[in-house]
């Protein structure tokens, strides 16, 4: 079969852009290792900035996300069991985040999608990419029955992730990846409890880094700097929640919400850009490209930010028979993955307790904490960080 576009990865990045396309009358087809309903139950964070939030909105996608997510217009800072809140709407100019996990995000595409008489194909397998560099590229694979088919398109984008097939079609000479591995993770654990706090808290104590964040009215999301090398086991209930209690520890005697502990996963935490993001007639987004640590809340908004720029090149060619933008998207894409890699590492950095650093390098990270809690212009910095930089229009 033909399509105008190939999209490689059913995750918010691909399902997202099928929808821009559609929404402009271009064809797409999208191929996906996985089933909907495994892509659909991947518990994931879902911490959405302003551009996200006004993406899903725009593309008429953000009706269950405005009643059900929870806006957040600021955040609070723990240190030393002392509360610094940095308001987001009143330093960013009434920007804020909506706390709305990744795969409610997905569901909403799925649906959408499918409702639009999407093209969707899940559970394929043997995906292999081919002419890349030619105009007739084509992607083979299987589908149920075991029988290799060809999709023909235009264009290949490449949303499957770090370890997917599309960055690995290209040759490992025409790439250069750079990464950062951090000497610390994330133990992430659910319980099912009452919110803790009305916005989430990000907290640093003697012995390392606590997150409080939420996922609904009776679903607790919860993060505990750990050993990277640590295995969910290694944690029970009890040694958890003392844990959250010490590096959550105020004044007050605030405690957070205990529950059922339903679910744990010990997270890594690295940096990643792999450049150009161009290769050919392939183009790739999201992970596939780049990774960012946890703390800045980064990577699904990366992904969304990397296909409003590439719908935008795509419709213009199609519109305008011109590559401007799509001899672009590459560059674009890459000067805001940059800035972000540098808020996350920022962040990940001053608020976790590196191993084996030494008082020096405590000291000077009291002081940047000290700073920032104070100055006004530093909040303001981390606040429109946070919220997410300013984007670009979505149609021309």
Known sequence: MRTQVAIIGAGPAGLMLSDLLYLQGIESVVLERRSRDAICATIRAGVLEQGTVDLMSDAGLGGRMRREGFRHEGTVLRVGGVDRRIDFVELTGGRAVMVYAQHEVIKDLVDARLASGGDLRFEVANVSLHDLASSRPFVRYSGYSGELQTVQADFIVGCDGTHGVSRAAIAPRALQTVEHRYPYGWLGMLCKAPPSSDELIYALGDDGFALVSTRSLQVQRMYLQCDPRDQPEDWSDDRIWSTLRARLATGDGWQPKEGVIFDKTVIGMRSSVTEPMRHGRLFLAGDAAHVVPPTGAKGLNLAMSDVRLLSRAL??????????????????????????QRFSWWMTSLLHRAPGADAFERKLQDAELDYLTRSRAACTALAENYVGLPVGPLWD
């Open 315 to 340: 419709i213009r060619f199609y519109r305008q028979h011109r590559e401007d933008l799509l001899d672009a998207y590459s560059a674009t894409a890459l000067r805001r993955v940059w800035r972000a």
